[in-house]
């Protein structure tokens, strides 16, 4: 019992953390107040090592949202992770360090302790992907670290560089850097983000436990990018079309691969992407309080969504592809509610709290006269959005019985506690969206568009979800290569081989077969190598004329 009692007051610990930071959130809304501390650790004649902590409605409403899912997550985590061992103390640390390290970086205006911060991240990340001991997880965990290690050297590389401005505060020099310096910071954020061409690592991360998805990858480490470029914004260099085309080619690059996928997180993690590019092209729409608006009222219900598909995949034994699955609603309605609710809520359906983000992102873009372009691009993606969360609402709760042997027949006492975050959590998916949007004064914007424009937004979402319904009964419309294509994320997983193919094939096949690459590499050196030892080991062991003229040799090459 003592795992499970410390679950629960950590659990309790971050609730009441999240209330405070609520609280100070609204109490510096309505004054519009922020407060700087300063804590000098080292000072000596002229250096002084000071450490700054930035406090604004911003930072706190981020870091309310932060703690509220993370206390979630950790009353979840009690019973999904097992009781009794040292293990899941083990991971019960490992997310309070995750959690400490993204507090860190949310308030810190200095780039040296938000690197520690984003470093932190990486790291504990790592560890959490690698937590089931297998060999998917070890590749999963060094393809996340690898990617999110090159937002790192972005980052160290922007710190080396504000020495030339005197200070690593980067909030009083926002308006003076050069354009270089953004340019490095938002790519450094794109990998965080996964963005194209990062994208591969999100999906892949999903070898990690269900908790630590839906803390992890949806609503803190993915989002510290976007979080991040929030702090850094600048109109001159923001208002970017071809950041914007990244962000939109991401969000439709994820939402076309996750109709194509049959393992449940990883479709929940292709959407959390698509999200993701819908933050980016809005932020580079210049529309920076609503791309936060987003940022948070998508955390509530994509951690919602993964926390249920953790009851579903326990309910399954495991299993997570959503062929086996079916009819679950029978089994666990109270689970397959909130999934709902949830996929509802990411759908954009209306008065639900993805509905308010979404719909508010799109309306605006085309009321600040959006291109035809980027105009088709955001309805082609809410459109998508819908015919994924419809395709797999059908394969999980539509359809007949799939999972007879699967079947977790044990759950229904242990699932107690994951009630309560699941009920809590789609309480606020619910609310969330209507209550920032009053609180932050987001609807006092005044949008004039033709009636046909208004209702376009809910008639692209009502036809996704009719032809995702549609979907599911027509098999193979496409040619092969069309599922390839969407199968391996546009080639993200594969496109190496292919560039190998037309590069590495011609000429050169000298040794056993080996393309050249290989063969002026570690194979071709590794090869010479073995083939010199041997014929040093042969000279050796022939005579001892030949071992005396050897030892002449190298008596002269040494002299």
């Known amino acids: 019992m003592l795992v499970q009692s410390l679950y629960h007051v950590w659990s309790f610990f971050l609730f009441l953390m999240s209330v405070l930071f609520l609280c100070l959130c609204l109490k510096f809304m309505l004054l519009d107040y922020s407060l700087m501390v300063e804590w000098i650790l080292y000072s000596f004649n002229s250096v002084s090592v ?26 979840y985590s009690g019973v999904y992770m097992g009781d009794y061992n040292y293990s899941s103390i083990r991971f019960l640390l490992l997310v309070l360090m995750f959690v400490t390290s993204m507090l860190l970086m949310i308030v810190s205006p200095s780039l040296v302790s938000i690197m520690l911060g984003w470093d932190g991240l990486g790291l504990v990340s790592y560890c959490l992907v690698i937590y089931y001991s297998s060999l998917s997880s070890y590749l999963a965990g060094l393809i996340t670290c690898l990617i999110n290690r090159l937002g790192d050297i972005g980052l160290l590389v922007s710190i080396s ?24 910071i938002i790519i450094s954020s794109f990998t965080k983000s996964a963005q194209i061409p990062f994208s591969s690592w999100l999906p892949a991360a999903m070898a990690a436990p269900t908790p630590v998805s839906a803390l992890v990858h949806s609503s803190t480490l993915v989002t510290a990018g976007v979080y991040l470029l929030i702090r850094f914004y600048s109109y001159l260099i923001f208002m970017n079309y071809f950041f914007m085309f990244v962000g939109s080619m991401t969000m439709v690059m994820s939402s076309f691969c996750a109709n194509y996928e049959f393992d449940l997180k990883k479709i929940i993690a292709l959407s959390t992407l698509s999200q993701l590019g819908l933050m980016m ?32 995949i326990h309910f399954m034994g495991g299993g997570q592809d959503i062929r086996m699955m079916g009819a679950i609603c029978f089994s666990l309605p109270l689970t397959c509610s909130c999934f709902n609710v949830a996929n509802m809520s990411l759908c954009g359906f209306p008065f639900l709290s993805g509905f308010y983000s979404s719909d508010l992102i799109v309306e605006v873009g085309v009321f600040n006269s959006l291109n035809m372009f980027y105009m088709v691009i955001f309805y082609l993606g809410l459109g998508l959005t819908a015919l994924y969360s419809i395709r797999l609402i059908y394969y999980t709760l539509l359809v007949n019985y799939n999972y007879s042997g699967l079947v977790n027949s044990g759950l229904g ?25 009053w609180l932050s004064n987001l609807d006092l914007g005044f949008l ?16 996704g979800v009719y032809i995702g319904y549609e979907m599911n009964f027509i098999l193979y419309l496409m040619p092969k290569t069309f599922y390839f294509l969407n199968g ?21 096949n000298l040794i056993k077969g080996m393309n050249w690459g290989e063969y002026y590499g570690g194979s ?3 090869y010479y190598l073995l083939k010199l030892s041997n014929l040093i080991q042969f000279m050796l062991l022939s005579s001892l004329s030949g071992f005396c003229l050897m030892l002449i040799i190298w008596l002269i090459f040494l002299s």
């Open 50 to 75: 000071s450490y700054l902590i930035y406090l604004d409605w911003i930072s706190m409403g981020f870091c309310f949202v932060v703690f509220f899912i993370s206390s979630m997550v950790v009353l």
């Open 161 to 184: 560089w504000l020495f030339s401005y005197g200070s690593w505060n980067f909030m009083f020099y926002l308006n003076h850097y050069g354009d270089l310096i953004f340019y490095l």
């Open 281 to 312: 092209s809005c932020l580079f729409m210049g529309l920076v309080d609503l791309s936060l608006f987003h940022l948070l009222s998508h955390a509530m219900f994509k951690s919602l969504l993964f926390l249920c598909s953790g009851v579903i």
């Open 413 to 437: 006492g242990s699932i107690y506690y994951m009630k309560h975050s699941l009920v809590l959590l789609s309480i606020f998916s619910m609310l969330f969206g209507c209550v920032f949007m």
């Open 448 to 463: 004039l568009l033709p009636s046909y424009i208004k209702i376009l937004t809910l008639f692209i979402v009502l036809l």
């Open 488 to 508: 391996s994320m546009w080639f993200m997983y594969s496109y190496s081989y292919s560039v190998f193919e037309v590069g590495y094939m011609y000429g050169f």
């Open 524 to 526: 071709g050196l590794s």
